[in-house]
């Protein structure tokens, strides 16, 4: 078996041993994927913390989440996986599926898949914001929204809300209220989604627990309830621009809340164990 590295600047690399291959092709797919992906960010207009490459391992990480289809054709999903938010480093706009189609489509002949291939691998991605009236509704289309939404739940979830949404200007209180809604959208969107009955209790586990964390944050800006500390969440992520490896770091100040250093820690768990069946 072949696990997958991910190197990021200053530290050693993480490895996902989940994404495993017992033959050399699908890593080299991959592999090649992700190196076509560092090449169109890198000198694109805008950045995202919440984009970078550990977004899409978690997004296959949780492909074990879907139920097995002799349909879906998991080698252009999993290209599709990879770069389906390299849109987001060329433009600010919500539904950013199209630009990373246009964006993508001239480089895919480096992947090695033929013209119909590489149609559909822009159509799945073209898609993959589109939770009404999806202009693709293909086993593949489907299986990357529903992958794209489960990685808005969870701790890691709400961190990535706020980044967004702060990143196009949006500020509190309204960033958290705007954010909690976007939440229960994406959890209305998959409810009909056959998860075998365990897999869907993770998955509303996960999504619980960003939407506790976004209520507290809203009730806090409103000034309603107890005062948790929540908002110093908001403010640490913008002392270290949003860079989540930086976490660590700042668990060791002793002014922090019970409820920050309770989600901080889990959510840097969330970042670096991405072994268990278990976690979302």
Known sequence: MTSLQVHYPGRKPLTFRRIQAADSERMARLNAAFRLF????????????????????????????????????????????????????????????????QTIRGYLSDLSPGPAERDRICSIIRSHHQYVNPSDNSEEAIALRVLDCLDAFGEVGAYRFLEVYHRRGIRPPVIFEKARQSLGKRMESILNFPFRGRDFEFVKQAYNRADQVLGQLAKEARGEGENLGALQILDWFLGINWDISQIPRILWRHDLSEFSVDYLLALNSSFQDLVSPERI
């Open 38 to 101: 560092d090449h169109l960010i890198r000198f694109a207009p805008y950045s995202s913390k919440s984009h970078l490459k550990d977004h899409a391992l978690r997004l296959l990480n949780n492909a074990g989440l879907l139920p097995h289809s002799r349909e879906r054709d998991n080698r252009i999903l999993e290209i599709a996986i990879v770069l389906h938010d390299v849109g987001v480093f060329y433009s600010q706009a919500a539904d950013h599926g199209a630009v990373s189609a």
